[in-house]
């Protein structure tokens, strides 16, 4: 369990995310994947990064368990910062980074995929930002990167997802396979990355970033922004106690729904109900 990195291929470095039982970070495992793709990209000898995850899911977003256990606002600012690293990360890696993608990327996978170079999918893979169903914001940043303005609108907004099929129609995703062949199909192109010369590629993604129409770190650092004040309003924890539970629109309704879900959800994690959702 953790992240880890291999080797498999010269030239190609694997960093794979497994917390079970969805991909749910913790605060730790988002600064400690941040550490590992950077590591991996300042290696003279990588030339392609591949972005793995073990278990049902590619990510599930944050450990919200994590932040609702702990008093004060520690965790909710330590998640912010660890995702801010790990996306920061991924589009800041000196060599060209591909995602593999399986099962649901939900909240930060988003903002992984979303600042990765190519993105390679399972067909039962689905993308989605439910941030506003867990009482968070953020993330649109980088859904804008896989999908057109309007319709990374009408997703934020609802909370619904999108099939990798669908995000191939758009071109950001490269190719769609089936789960089984995800691996091979991300390292196939991550050997084209890896044949080329290794100081021509890194200066061809510095070049790339240096011409992005969006700062992705001030506009995600912006987003980051309203989500603390969801969170110090206490519009966040409303929302985010009744996760799971309904979708109750005022705190009246808000307490009552608590009340009457207590029971039953008490043993629940967050982390099951996101993959349930997916």
Not at 99 to 107: D, E, I, N
Request: charged share 25%.
């Amino acid at each position: 369990m953790g992240v880890s990195t291999s080797a498999p291929e010269e030239g190609i470095a694997v960093v794979t995310v497994d917390f079970p039982p969805v991909n749910a970070l913790p605060v730790q495992g988002w600064y400690d994947l941040a550490a590992a793709v950077r590591a991996a990209g300042a290696d003279p000898k990588v030339r392609c990064v591949v972005l793995a995850a073990g278990g049902r899911g590619f990510n599930a977003g944050v450990d919200i368990k994590e932040i609702q256990r702990t008093t004060g606002h520690d965790a909710l600012l330590g998640a912010n910062r660890g995702c801010y690293e790990a996306f920061g990360a991924v589009y800041d890696c000196e060599v060209p980074v591909v995602a593999a993608v399986h099962g649901f990327c939900l909240g930060g996978g988003i903002g992984l995929a979303g600042n990765a170079d190519v993105v390679v999918a399972s067909d039962d893979a689905t993308f989605g930002l439910p941030e506003l169903d867990r009482g968070a914001l953020g993330a649109a940043t980088h859904l804008s990167r896989l999908v057109p303005q309007h319709l990374m609108r009408a997703l934020y907004y609802t909370s619904r997802t999108v099939t990798a099929q669908e995000l191939h129609g758009h071109g950001s995703v490269w190719r769609v396979v089936p789960r089984e062949g995800l691996r091979e199909a991300a390292l196939e192109v991550a050997r084209e990355i890896a044949a080329k010369d290794g100081q021509l590629i890194r200066l061809a993604k510095a070049a790339i970033n240096g011409i992005d129409p969006v700062d992705v770190h001030r506009s995600y650092r912006f987003e980051q922004g309203f989500t603390f004040e969801a969170n110090l309003s206490g519009v966040a924890d409303r929302v985010r106690d009744t996760f799971g539970a309904g979708k109750p629109s005022t705190p009246e309704e808000t307490d009552k729904a608590n009340e009457a879900n207590e029971a039953n959800e008490a043993n629940k994690s967050d982390e099951t109900i996101e993959e349930e959702q997916s």
